[in-house]
Nanobody, 123 residues
Protein backbone atom coordinates (compact mmCIF):
# COMPACT_ATOMS: atom_id res chain seq x y z
CA UNK A 1 0.00 0.00 0.00
CA UNK A 2 1.44 3.34 -1.07
CA UNK A 3 0.36 6.43 0.81
CA UNK A 4 0.71 9.74 -0.97
CA UNK A 5 0.53 13.17 0.60
CA UNK A 6 0.41 16.29 -1.53
CA UNK A 7 1.45 19.73 -0.34
CA UNK A 8 2.23 23.16 -1.71
CA UNK A 9 -1.14 24.25 -2.97
CA UNK A 10 -2.51 27.70 -2.29
CA UNK A 11 -3.62 30.98 -3.76
CA UNK A 12 -1.46 32.59 -6.44
CA UNK A 13 -1.96 35.39 -8.91
CA UNK A 14 -2.16 34.70 -12.61
CA UNK A 15 1.31 34.64 -14.10
CA UNK A 16 2.81 33.43 -10.86
CA UNK A 17 4.52 30.18 -9.95
CA UNK A 18 4.06 27.44 -7.42
CA UNK A 19 5.57 24.05 -6.74
CA UNK A 20 3.55 21.09 -5.58
CA UNK A 21 5.12 18.17 -3.76
CA UNK A 22 3.90 14.65 -3.24
CA UNK A 23 5.60 12.51 -0.62
CA UNK A 24 5.25 8.75 -0.77
CA UNK A 25 5.41 6.35 2.13
CA UNK A 26 6.73 3.50 0.08
CA UNK A 27 10.39 2.54 0.38
CA UNK A 28 10.22 1.17 -3.14
CA UNK A 29 9.03 4.52 -4.52
CA UNK A 30 11.48 4.21 -7.39
CA UNK A 31 9.48 1.25 -8.71
CA UNK A 32 6.42 3.39 -9.34
CA UNK A 33 5.59 5.68 -12.20
CA UNK A 34 3.99 8.85 -10.93
CA UNK A 35 1.37 11.18 -12.29
CA UNK A 36 -0.31 14.46 -11.51
CA UNK A 37 -3.98 14.98 -12.26
CA UNK A 38 -6.36 17.80 -11.52
CA UNK A 39 -10.07 18.30 -11.12
CA UNK A 40 -11.86 21.60 -11.37
CA UNK A 41 -15.39 22.11 -10.02
CA UNK A 42 -17.95 20.51 -12.27
CA UNK A 43 -15.32 18.91 -14.47
CA UNK A 44 -13.84 15.48 -14.80
CA UNK A 45 -10.42 14.64 -13.46
CA UNK A 46 -7.83 15.30 -16.12
CA UNK A 47 -4.25 14.34 -16.76
CA UNK A 48 -1.57 16.95 -16.12
CA UNK A 49 1.81 15.22 -16.19
CA UNK A 50 3.47 11.86 -15.67
CA UNK A 51 6.99 10.66 -15.07
CA UNK A 52 8.62 7.26 -15.39
CA UNK A 53 10.26 5.37 -12.55
CA UNK A 54 13.71 6.72 -13.34
CA UNK A 55 12.50 10.17 -14.32
CA UNK A 56 13.85 9.75 -17.82
CA UNK A 57 10.48 9.95 -19.54
CA UNK A 58 7.92 12.65 -18.94
CA UNK A 59 4.50 13.36 -20.43
CA UNK A 60 2.45 16.52 -20.29
CA UNK A 61 -1.04 17.58 -21.18
CA UNK A 62 -1.05 20.06 -24.03
CA UNK A 63 -2.65 22.65 -21.76
CA UNK A 64 0.39 22.74 -19.45
CA UNK A 65 3.24 21.91 -21.80
CA UNK A 66 5.97 24.52 -21.58
CA UNK A 67 4.63 25.87 -18.29
CA UNK A 68 4.69 22.89 -15.92
CA UNK A 69 7.56 20.56 -15.12
CA UNK A 70 7.27 17.22 -13.38
CA UNK A 71 10.29 15.81 -11.59
CA UNK A 72 11.10 13.29 -8.91
CA UNK A 73 13.69 12.63 -6.25
CA UNK A 74 13.75 8.91 -5.57
CA UNK A 75 16.07 9.39 -2.61
CA UNK A 76 13.39 11.51 -0.95
CA UNK A 77 10.40 9.47 -2.19
CA UNK A 78 8.94 12.66 -3.61
CA UNK A 79 7.52 13.84 -6.90
CA UNK A 80 7.18 17.51 -7.76
CA UNK A 81 5.15 19.66 -10.09
CA UNK A 82 6.68 23.04 -10.83
CA UNK A 83 4.00 25.32 -12.23
CA UNK A 84 4.92 28.57 -13.96
CA UNK A 85 2.92 31.18 -15.84
CA UNK A 86 -0.21 30.09 -14.02
CA UNK A 87 -3.57 30.82 -15.58
CA UNK A 88 -7.04 31.14 -14.13
CA UNK A 89 -7.98 27.86 -15.78
CA UNK A 90 -5.29 26.04 -13.79
CA UNK A 91 -7.48 26.42 -10.71
CA UNK A 92 -8.30 22.91 -9.48
CA UNK A 93 -7.58 20.29 -6.89
CA UNK A 94 -4.31 18.62 -7.83
CA UNK A 95 -3.78 14.95 -7.11
CA UNK A 96 -0.70 12.83 -7.36
CA UNK A 97 -0.98 9.17 -8.18
CA UNK A 98 1.25 6.12 -8.39
CA UNK A 99 1.25 3.03 -10.53
CA UNK A 100 3.66 0.31 -11.37
CA UNK A 101 5.47 0.74 -14.66
CA UNK A 102 4.90 2.05 -17.25
CA UNK A 103 3.78 5.65 -16.78
CA UNK A 104 0.41 6.61 -18.20
CA UNK A 105 -1.90 9.50 -19.03
CA UNK A 106 -4.99 7.55 -17.95
CA UNK A 107 -6.18 7.99 -14.40
CA UNK A 108 -7.91 4.62 -14.44
CA UNK A 109 -4.54 2.92 -14.57
CA UNK A 110 -3.25 4.43 -11.35
CA UNK A 111 -3.50 2.37 -8.20
CA UNK A 112 -2.77 4.87 -5.44
CA UNK A 113 -3.93 8.44 -4.94
CA UNK A 114 -3.25 11.28 -2.60
CA UNK A 115 -5.95 13.37 -0.97
CA UNK A 116 -5.34 16.34 -3.24
CA UNK A 117 -4.18 19.92 -2.75
CA UNK A 118 -6.08 22.99 -3.86
CA UNK A 119 -4.60 25.48 -6.28
CA UNK A 120 -6.47 28.71 -6.84
CA UNK A 121 -5.25 31.18 -9.41
CA UNK A 122 -6.64 34.68 -9.09
CA UNK A 123 -6.68 37.56 -11.56
Amino acid sequence: QVQLVESGGGLVQAGGSLRLSCAASERTFSRYAMGWFRQAPGKEREFVAAISMSGGTRYYADSVKGRFTISRDNAKNTVYLQMNSLKLEDTAIYYCAAKQAPSSRYYGEYDYWGQGTQLTVSS
